[in-house]
């Protein structure tokens, strides 16, 4: 079958129902041919109907090929859902390299975004105790090296470098699998991505690729990386102190400003989030206590140096 005729095809409830319409009942396995979006509504249709599937890829443009989970535009809000992993991925360099140049470029952005998901879980481990797993990081970061080292010869649809790409992103799925999350592959830079993502589609603007809002939200996020970590352990202890906690009126109230419609469905997602006075002043703690290790160890990150 062959979907979103005619337009740009989003990750929706519409191309869901579209793909059930269209499916033979007798359907035992799923075969997606394309790329990003394809690859997210074939995974959580093969989820849901409990039959197998895999991935044809015709771009290097995303790294979501190897993940068990599909990002998808609900009620106009994104969210990620419990999909299931493909049982192959077909990748011919061939085919790879002949893609749309923009596609290309997307995959070097989303790649690109590795550099500030790393710093901002290693950061989570210490801030807020989440789990880290030095093997995986290591994983993502090597791939990520190979493929800035080849930048030049990707531009130019080197087959070798396209490879080198591919692989990447297949590695920061598989990442994401191995850590039972997407932190090893998505941080500060995805969210900025998912929320310009929602904003041009409720306001009908054409879609950019993600992974082309992923490779600029990751030079504004290092950007901000650069300033914060220009201060001292002593400016960060003084900006605190001056620092007030926002009211979970204020937080509500802020996000509403900034989603408009979709808010309700926001805060649905991030009320969890929202931290109250004692929670937040032990993660204001732990930030003064480890500022100067939080610092190095970005910098080890080649974070600074190469964004």
């Known amino acids: ?39 997210d509504l074939t995974r959580f249709v093969s989820f849901k109907i409990g ?3 895999g991935i044809v890829a015709t771009a290097p443009s995303m790294d979501g090929y190897a993940s068990s989970v599909s ?18 991925i077909i990748g011919d360099t061939d085919i790879l390299s002949q893609a749309p ?15 500030t998901s790393l710093a901002d879980w290693y950061i989570s481990s210490i801030v807020a105790e989440e789990v880290y797993s030095e093997e995986i990081a290591d994983l993502v970061r090597e791939s990520i090296e190979k493929c800035v080292n080849v930048a030049k010869d990707i531009a130019k649809r080197e087959k070798s470098a396209i490879k080198e790409l591919m692989e990447a992103l297949v590695i920061s799925g598989i990442a994401m699998l191995k850590s039972g999350n997407s932190r090893p592959a998505s941080g500060a830079e995805h969210h900025l991505s998912h929320y310009v993502e929602m904003k041009e589609i409720s306001s009908g603007k054409e879609c950019h690729f993600h992974g082309t809002k992923v490779g600029i939200m990751s030079i504004i996020t290092s950007s901000i990386y650069h300033y914060v970590f220009s201060f001292s352990r002593e400016d960060i ?46 993660r204001q703690d732990k930030i003064i206590e480890n500022w100067n290790t939080l610092k190095n160890v970005c910098k080890k990150m080649y974070l600074l140096q190469r964004i």
């Open 101 to 115: 140049y923009d596609m290309i470029t997307a995959g070097f952005g989303d790649i690109l975004g590795k550099y």
């Open 51 to 53: 039959k197998p599937y």
């Open 237 to 282: 202890k003084e900006f605190i102190s001056r620092r007030n906690t926002q009211s979970r009126d204020e937080y509500e109230s802020s996000i509403k400003k900034a989603y408009g419609p979709m808010a309700e469905e926001v805060l649905m997602d991030l009320n969890y989030f929202y931290l109250d006075e004692t929670k937040r002043k032990q």
């Open 71 to 88: 990002p998808l535009i609900v009620k106009g809000f994104k969210r990620t859902y419990e999909a299931i992993y493909p049982h192959f």
């Open 1 to 39: 079958m062959r979907i979103g005729k005619g337009g740009s095809l989003i990750p929706d409830e519409r191309a869901l129902g579209e793909i059930l319409i269209e499916m033979d009942r007798n359907t035992e396995f799923l075969i997606a041919v394309g790329s990003g979006t394809l690859n």
